[in-house]
Each structure stands twice: as C-alpha cells, then as structure tokens.
C-alpha cells in the first residue's frame, strides 16, 4: 500500500516568496503531522490535524507559517515572506488517531536563497 | 517538560559487533516511546515502538529496545550490525496528551566493514 507522500522532494526558493508543500497521507488516516528538521537535528513538531481541524499549532513558529486541510486528507504546509531561517527540511506524518504510530513521509527539503 | 537525551552524538562499529544507542527521556507519566531510523535523504522509518506490557521489544530488522522506568531509559540493541545500518537514529516520545512527538537530536552511526 501507498505510504505518506510529500511534495515536491526539493524545493528552492528566493527570500521574500511564498511557498506551498504538499503533503498526501495513508489513506484512511485521520490524523496528519507536520515537523521540521533541522540540519544535525531531530524534527520538531509544527502543528497536528484531527480530521480537517488543527488540534494543535503550537509549534508553528510565527504566524508566516499556516497549514490546511480542507477536506480531512490532503494537506497543505504554507509559508510566507520566506526567510533563510526557514530552511529546513519539512516532513509530514499520518497516523489511525490519536495515540497511534506515525508514519513520514520522505520530506520536503527547502532552500531559501 | 518532555525532553529525550541521545548523549552519544556519533558512534562508529565495526560490522558484525553489537550495538547499544542510549535514549534517556523526561516525561511525567508512563511514556510512549519510539525509535525511528532515517538513512542520507530517506524519511523516518519506524524500527519499534513501545506502549505497555513486555519491557522488551522487538523490532524489524533485528532490532530491539529495553525500557526502564527506574533508569528513564529506552535503549536500542542490536547484537550484529550490518553494513546497511548505517543511518541516524532518532529515539522519540509521543506526548499523548497532546499526539505530538518529541524527538531526540540523533546517533549518526558508521559502520566500518
């Protein structure tokens, strides 16, 4: 079966622009992470989806970073005003529900020129 | 707060020896905890989990992991490492109050042959 699919694998980008990452999860899951990771270090949570809500943004780092999920399955990561600081690489998780295993997907890698 | 600890940054074995990466974490009540291993430009592939019950777990590709309460502790094993083993390593817990994971910052391990 399909695992969680991200995309695009890489993306480059000019300080200032807006990007959008994709992220497809197993299907059936309920549940859709977002983290980012950090060159030499381990991911950090950026916000979780139960269903088409977000049940928690916390780690969201300001407010130039904002995510969808219209329709429960398919989300969207969306960054504006992009700055160096936001390279990274994205990776996005789905899991059965709360509490159960997640599973990534191969990740975005940013760059921001 | 939640925190995990991988105290060894980089560890380098031999093919065929046995391996222990440490994972001590922080977290208030009975954990959920994991380890995930991610190989150059690969997303997190899950190698075990545990939950409850048997403090002993088995994992796929010949790993397995203790946990210790006494010793906050979640150590991964494996008895042969395998040329293919090198990866980074990443020990993780699920804050299941919250379904956020909380990642440690990863054993890179090399393996000479």
């Known amino acids: 079966g399909a695992g969680v699919s991200q995309t695009p694998s890489n993306k480059v980008t000019e300080k200032g622009k807006y990007v959008e990452l994709r992220c497809d999860p197993i299907?059936?899951?309920?549940?859709l992470y977002w983290y980012r990771q950090s060159l030499g270090q381990g991911p950090e949570f950026l916000i979780y989806?139960?269903?088409?809500?977000?049940?928690?943004d916390s780690g969201l780092p300001n407010d130039r970073f904002f995510a969808v999920r219209p329709e429960g399955s398919v989300s969207t990561l969306k960054i504006q005003r992009t700055e160096r600081g936001d390279s990274a690489v994205y990776l996005c998780?789905?899991?059965?529900?709360?509490?159960?295993?997640?599973?990534f997907g191969p990740g975005t890698r940013l760059l921001v020129l | 707060a939640q925190s995990v600890t991988q105290p060894d940054i980089h560890i380098t074995v031999s093919e065929g020896a046995s391996l222990e990466l440490r994972c001590n974490y922080s977290?208030?009540?009975?954990?959920?905890l994991f380890w995930y291993v991610q190989s150059p430009g690969q997303g997190l592939q899950l190698l075990l989990k545990?939950?409850?019950?048997?403090?002993l777990v088995q994992g796929i590709k010949g790993f397995e992991a203790e946990f210790k309460r006494s010793q906050s502790s979640f150590n991964l094993r494996k008895p042969s490492v395998h040329w293919s083993d090198a990866a980074e390593y990443f020990c993780?817990?699920?804050?299941?109050?919250?379904?956020?994971?909380?990642f440690g910052t990863g054993t890179r391990l090399q393996v000479f042959p």
């Open positions: 998780a789905s899991s059965a529900g709360a509490g159960e295993t997640q599973y």
């Open positions: 299907s059936g899951h309920t549940a």
């Open positions: 989806f139960q269903g088409t809500g977000a049940a928690d």
């Open positions: 977290y208030g009540a009975t954990p959920y």
């Open positions: 545990y939950f409850s019950g048997d403090t």
């Open positions: 993780a817990v699920l804050t299941y109050n919250t379904d956020k994971l909380i």
